[in-house]
Antibody, heavy 122, light 112 residues
Framework: QVTLKESGPVLVKPTETLTLTCTVS??????????VSWIRQPPGKALEWLAH???????SYSPSLKSRLAISKDTSKSRVVLTITNVDPLDSGTYYC??????????????WGQGTLVTVSS | QSVLTQPPSVSGAPGQRVTISCTGS?????????VHWFQQLPRTAPKLLLY???NRPSGVPDRFSGSRSGTSASLVISGLQAEDEADYYC????????????FGGGTKVTVL
Protein backbone atom coordinates (compact mmCIF):
# COMPACT_ATOMS: atom_id res chain seq x y z
CA GLN A 1 0.00 0.00 0.00
CA VAL A 2 1.39 3.36 -1.04
CA THR A 3 1.16 6.09 1.59
CA LEU A 4 2.60 9.56 2.07
CA LYS A 5 2.63 11.58 5.26
CA GLU A 6 3.57 15.21 5.68
CA SER A 7 5.15 16.70 8.79
CA GLY A 8 6.46 20.06 9.82
CA PRO A 9 5.93 23.01 12.16
CA VAL A 10 2.42 24.20 12.89
CA LEU A 11 3.50 27.82 13.36
CA VAL A 12 6.26 29.76 11.65
CA LYS A 13 7.20 33.42 11.99
CA PRO A 14 7.37 35.76 9.00
CA THR A 15 10.80 35.88 7.29
CA GLU A 16 11.76 32.48 8.70
CA THR A 17 12.45 29.36 6.64
CA LEU A 18 9.80 26.64 6.57
CA THR A 19 10.95 23.03 6.28
CA LEU A 20 8.43 20.32 5.45
CA THR A 21 9.01 16.58 5.25
CA CYS A 22 7.10 13.97 3.29
CA THR A 23 7.68 10.40 4.43
CA VAL A 24 6.63 7.77 1.92
CA SER A 25 6.04 4.05 2.13
CA UNK A 26 5.08 1.33 -0.32
CA UNK A 27 7.44 2.53 -3.03
CA UNK A 28 11.04 3.66 -3.49
CA UNK A 29 11.98 7.22 -4.33
CA UNK A 30 14.75 5.85 -6.54
CA UNK A 31 12.51 3.63 -8.65
CA UNK A 32 12.43 4.67 -12.29
CA UNK A 33 9.56 7.07 -13.07
CA UNK A 34 8.71 7.69 -9.42
CA UNK A 35 8.44 11.25 -8.24
CA VAL A 36 6.87 13.37 -5.53
CA SER A 37 5.34 16.84 -5.71
CA TRP A 38 4.42 19.37 -3.07
CA ILE A 39 1.07 21.13 -3.46
CA ARG A 40 -0.47 23.67 -1.08
CA GLN A 41 -3.92 25.03 -0.36
CA PRO A 42 -4.55 28.30 1.51
CA PRO A 43 -7.62 28.17 3.74
CA GLY A 44 -10.76 28.18 1.59
CA LYS A 45 -8.77 28.53 -1.61
CA ALA A 46 -7.58 26.48 -4.56
CA LEU A 47 -4.72 24.04 -4.90
CA GLU A 48 -1.34 25.40 -5.97
CA TRP A 49 1.51 23.23 -7.26
CA LEU A 50 4.90 24.09 -5.77
CA ALA A 51 7.65 21.65 -6.76
CA HIS A 52 8.42 18.16 -8.04
CA UNK A 53 11.39 15.84 -7.62
CA UNK A 54 12.02 12.95 -9.99
CA UNK A 55 13.59 9.58 -9.27
CA UNK A 56 16.86 10.82 -10.76
CA UNK A 57 16.95 13.95 -8.51
CA UNK A 58 15.85 16.28 -11.28
CA UNK A 59 13.75 19.09 -9.87
CA SER A 60 10.97 21.29 -11.19
CA TYR A 61 9.53 24.41 -9.56
CA SER A 62 6.57 26.75 -9.76
CA PRO A 63 7.81 29.75 -11.77
CA SER A 64 6.24 32.22 -9.34
CA LEU A 65 7.90 30.72 -6.26
CA LYS A 66 11.09 29.25 -7.71
CA SER A 67 13.44 31.68 -5.97
CA ARG A 68 12.15 30.68 -2.53
CA LEU A 69 11.79 26.91 -2.92
CA ALA A 70 14.14 23.97 -2.65
CA ILE A 71 13.11 20.32 -2.94
CA SER A 72 15.34 17.36 -2.13
CA LYS A 73 15.06 13.71 -1.20
CA ASP A 74 16.74 11.15 1.00
CA THR A 75 16.06 7.80 -0.63
CA SER A 76 17.47 5.78 2.26
CA LYS A 77 15.00 7.43 4.65
CA SER A 78 12.12 7.53 2.13
CA ARG A 79 11.76 11.27 2.67
CA VAL A 80 11.18 14.27 0.45
CA VAL A 81 11.94 17.67 1.95
CA LEU A 82 10.66 21.07 0.83
CA THR A 83 12.07 24.32 2.16
CA ILE A 84 10.46 27.70 1.66
CA THR A 85 12.54 30.71 2.57
CA ASN A 86 11.38 34.11 3.80
CA VAL A 87 7.81 33.01 4.57
CA ASP A 88 4.91 35.43 4.68
CA PRO A 89 1.37 35.07 6.08
CA LEU A 90 0.27 34.35 2.51
CA ASP A 91 2.21 31.08 2.78
CA SER A 92 -0.24 29.83 5.39
CA GLY A 93 -2.29 26.80 4.44
CA THR A 94 -2.34 23.05 4.15
CA TYR A 95 0.65 21.51 2.45
CA TYR A 96 0.28 18.19 0.65
CA CYS A 97 2.75 15.83 -0.91
CA UNK A 98 1.62 13.51 -3.67
CA UNK A 99 3.19 10.74 -5.70
CA UNK A 100 3.44 10.82 -9.46
CA UNK A 101 4.62 7.91 -11.56
CA UNK A 102 6.04 9.45 -14.69
CA UNK A 103 6.25 13.04 -15.85
CA UNK A 104 4.20 16.04 -14.64
CA UNK A 105 3.58 16.93 -18.28
CA UNK A 106 1.55 13.77 -18.79
CA UNK A 107 0.87 11.91 -15.58
CA UNK A 108 -1.21 12.42 -12.46
CA UNK A 109 -0.95 12.67 -8.69
CA UNK A 110 -1.99 9.54 -6.85
CA UNK A 111 -2.11 9.11 -3.94
CA TRP A 112 -1.90 12.24 -1.79
CA GLY A 113 -0.84 12.58 1.79
CA GLN A 114 -3.27 13.79 4.45
CA GLY A 115 -1.72 17.25 4.51
CA THR A 116 -0.15 19.36 7.21
CA LEU A 117 -1.46 22.77 8.26
CA VAL A 118 1.03 25.60 8.55
CA THR A 119 0.32 29.06 9.89
CA VAL A 120 2.69 31.96 9.32
CA SER A 121 2.23 34.55 12.02
CA SER A 122 4.27 36.61 14.43
CA GLN B 1 -6.21 33.86 -10.43
CA SER B 2 -5.94 30.30 -11.74
CA VAL B 3 -4.63 29.45 -15.19
CA LEU B 4 -7.55 27.06 -15.60
CA THR B 5 -11.03 28.53 -15.13
CA GLN B 6 -13.75 26.58 -13.38
CA PRO B 7 -17.19 27.77 -12.23
CA PRO B 8 -17.05 28.47 -8.49
CA SER B 9 -20.13 26.40 -7.82
CA VAL B 10 -22.70 24.10 -9.37
CA SER B 11 -25.68 22.42 -7.78
CA GLY B 12 -28.27 19.80 -8.52
CA ALA B 13 -30.88 17.59 -6.99
CA PRO B 14 -30.17 13.94 -6.30
CA GLY B 15 -30.29 11.97 -9.52
CA GLN B 16 -29.63 14.96 -11.73
CA ARG B 17 -26.70 15.47 -14.06
CA VAL B 18 -24.19 18.25 -13.46
CA THR B 19 -21.29 19.41 -15.59
CA ILE B 20 -18.13 21.19 -14.46
CA SER B 21 -16.12 22.98 -17.10
CA CYS B 22 -12.39 23.63 -17.06
CA THR B 23 -11.26 26.26 -19.53
CA GLY B 24 -7.62 26.71 -20.40
CA SER B 25 -5.62 28.02 -23.33
CA UNK B 26 -3.31 27.07 -26.16
CA UNK B 27 -0.38 26.65 -23.78
CA UNK B 28 -2.05 23.95 -21.69
CA UNK B 29 -5.22 22.05 -22.63
CA UNK B 30 -5.13 23.38 -26.19
CA UNK B 31 -1.53 22.18 -26.56
CA UNK B 32 -2.70 18.62 -26.08
CA UNK B 33 -1.84 18.08 -22.44
CA UNK B 34 -4.18 15.70 -20.70
CA VAL B 35 -6.52 16.86 -17.94
CA HIS B 36 -6.89 15.11 -14.60
CA TRP B 37 -9.66 15.64 -12.07
CA PHE B 38 -9.57 15.46 -8.27
CA GLN B 39 -12.35 15.27 -5.72
CA GLN B 40 -11.85 16.88 -2.32
CA LEU B 41 -14.44 15.90 0.26
CA PRO B 42 -14.85 18.28 3.20
CA ARG B 43 -11.80 18.41 5.44
CA THR B 44 -9.93 15.73 3.50
CA ALA B 45 -7.07 15.56 1.02
CA PRO B 46 -7.78 15.58 -2.71
CA LYS B 47 -8.31 12.22 -4.37
CA LEU B 48 -7.77 11.27 -8.00
CA LEU B 49 -11.14 11.05 -9.74
CA LEU B 50 -10.28 10.89 -13.45
CA TYR B 51 -6.95 10.72 -15.27
CA UNK B 52 -6.07 11.37 -18.89
CA UNK B 53 -9.32 13.29 -19.48
CA UNK B 54 -11.75 10.42 -19.05
CA ASN B 55 -10.24 7.39 -17.33
CA ARG B 56 -11.54 6.29 -13.95
CA PRO B 57 -9.19 4.73 -11.38
CA SER B 58 -10.36 1.55 -9.77
CA GLY B 59 -13.16 2.23 -7.32
CA VAL B 60 -14.48 5.43 -8.89
CA PRO B 61 -18.16 5.05 -9.80
CA ASP B 62 -19.07 5.17 -13.47
CA ARG B 63 -21.40 8.11 -12.90
CA PHE B 64 -18.23 10.22 -13.16
CA SER B 65 -17.09 10.86 -16.73
CA GLY B 66 -14.89 13.36 -18.49
CA SER B 67 -13.88 14.72 -21.84
CA ARG B 68 -11.50 17.18 -23.44
CA SER B 69 -11.96 19.30 -26.55
CA GLY B 70 -9.96 22.23 -27.83
CA THR B 71 -8.89 24.39 -24.91
CA SER B 72 -11.46 22.98 -22.46
CA ALA B 73 -12.32 19.89 -20.50
CA SER B 74 -15.44 18.79 -18.68
CA LEU B 75 -16.37 16.59 -15.76
CA VAL B 76 -19.87 15.17 -15.72
CA ILE B 77 -21.58 13.64 -12.73
CA SER B 78 -24.60 11.62 -13.88
CA GLY B 79 -27.05 10.62 -11.22
CA LEU B 80 -25.85 13.01 -8.54
CA GLN B 81 -25.68 11.54 -5.04
CA ALA B 82 -25.41 13.15 -1.63
CA GLU B 83 -21.88 11.84 -1.16
CA ASP B 84 -20.76 13.70 -4.28
CA GLU B 85 -20.98 17.02 -2.42
CA ALA B 86 -17.36 18.15 -2.55
CA ASP B 87 -14.88 20.43 -4.27
CA TYR B 88 -13.60 19.35 -7.68
CA TYR B 89 -10.34 20.48 -9.29
CA CYS B 90 -9.00 20.06 -12.80
CA UNK B 91 -5.24 19.87 -13.38
CA UNK B 92 -2.97 19.83 -16.39
CA UNK B 93 0.42 21.07 -17.57
CA UNK B 94 1.29 24.46 -18.99
CA UNK B 95 4.21 24.87 -21.35
CA UNK B 96 4.95 28.51 -20.55
CA UNK B 97 7.85 29.62 -18.36
CA UNK B 98 9.68 26.34 -18.77
CA UNK B 99 6.63 24.20 -18.08
CA UNK B 100 4.75 23.65 -14.86
CA UNK B 101 1.72 21.97 -13.33
CA UNK B 102 -1.45 24.05 -13.09
CA PHE B 103 -4.73 23.58 -11.25
CA GLY B 104 -8.15 25.06 -11.77
CA GLY B 105 -9.74 27.30 -9.18
CA GLY B 106 -12.03 24.52 -8.00
CA THR B 107 -15.79 23.99 -8.17
CA LYS B 108 -18.02 23.37 -5.19
CA VAL B 109 -20.75 20.87 -5.96
CA THR B 110 -23.82 21.16 -3.78
CA VAL B 111 -26.49 18.47 -3.68
CA LEU B 112 -29.83 20.14 -3.08
Amino acid sequence: QVTLKESGPVLVKPTETLTLTCTVSGFSLSSTRMGVSWIRQPPGKALEWLAHIYWNDQQSYSPSLKSRLAISKDTSKSRVVLTITNVDPLDSGTYYCARMEGNPAWDWFDPWGQGTLVTVSS
Amino acid sequence: QSVLTQPPSVSGAPGQRVTISCTGSNSNIGAGYDVHWFQQLPRTAPKLLLYDNSNRPSGVPDRFSGSRSGTSASLVISGLQAEDEADYYCQTYDSRLGGHVVFGGGTKVTVL
